[in-house]
């Protein structure tokens, strides 16, 4: 079957950093994505990687690893605004995309 | 940007009623858009994919005859929830996939709040 899996829930403090990590065991891979959802609202769009390495976008930087099945999502300078769910997603062989239950980041101040 | 709207935001309904839920992509066209429900503390349930001018695609376990998908056009779908429960009661997202361009370009629904009374 197909698996993702990554932490229920997170607490960091306001101006630290924090990583989420999210492994997979899909049926073909075509790509992962990292969403954030805020209570009550639609997903948004963070990141994609296809590739190894290490994407950087502001003070969100995503990295894949396709031989693990990793990845991990990284917050730098965490503000009380980045409280939200993250969610893990990879997209299949057939091109659907397969969702981890999220990982709920609570900051502290 | 672009730009996915649902209609409406909330609705409360009583059971035994049917509820419509239309999704619009605002500025662009969308030849595929999805249907999510999410439970609370739950991640996204893919419920079908709906192709422009074609019948949708149920995922297993989801009621093809309770939850009508029409996608009209390529700026349109429609999710009727038809006799609805309580237990239908759910946090309904849908997304659209910009035509013509790479498959992560899926855009995301404000999402539509359904309590079942």
């Known amino acids: 079957g197909q698996n993702i899996d990554q932490p229920t829930e997170m607490t960091a403090t306001e101006g630290a950093i924090v990583q989420i990590n999210c492994t997979y065991q899909t049926s073909g891979f075509n790509g992962l994505f990292w969403y954030q959802q805020h209570a009550g609202e639609a997903p948004t769009f963070l990141s994609y990687n296809v590739l190894d390495g290490l994407e950087e976008k502001g003070r969100f930087s995503s990295f894949l690893s396709r031989s693990k099945g990793y990845s991990y999502l990284l917050l730098k300078e965490l503000q009380m605004k980045d409280s939200a769910s993250y969610l893990c997603a990879v997209l299949d062989s057939n091109y659907q995309l397969i969702w981890g239950a999220g990982t709920k980041l609570i900051i502290k101040p | 940007g672009a730009v996915v709207s649902q209609h409406p935001s909330r609705v409360i309904c009583k059971s035994g009623t049917s509820v419509k839920i239309e999704c619009r992509s605002l500025?662009?066209?969308?030849?595929?858009m999805f249907w999510y429900r999410q439970f609370p503390k739950q991640s996204l349930m893919l419920m079908a994919t709906s192709n422009e001018g074609s019948k949708a695609t149920y995922e297993q376990g989801v009621e093809k005859d309770k939850f009508l998908i029409n996608h009209a056009s390529l700026t349109l779908s429609t999710l009727t929830v038809t006799s609805a429960h309580p237990e239908d009661s759910s946090f309904y997202i849908c997304?659209?996939?910009?035509?013509?361009?790479?498959?992560?370009?899926?855009?995301f629904g404000p999402g539509t709040r359904l309590t079942v009374t």
């Open positions: 500025d662009f066209q969308a030849t595929t």
């Open positions: 997304s659209a996939r910009r035509t013509g361009n790479s498959f992560y370009e899926q855009y």
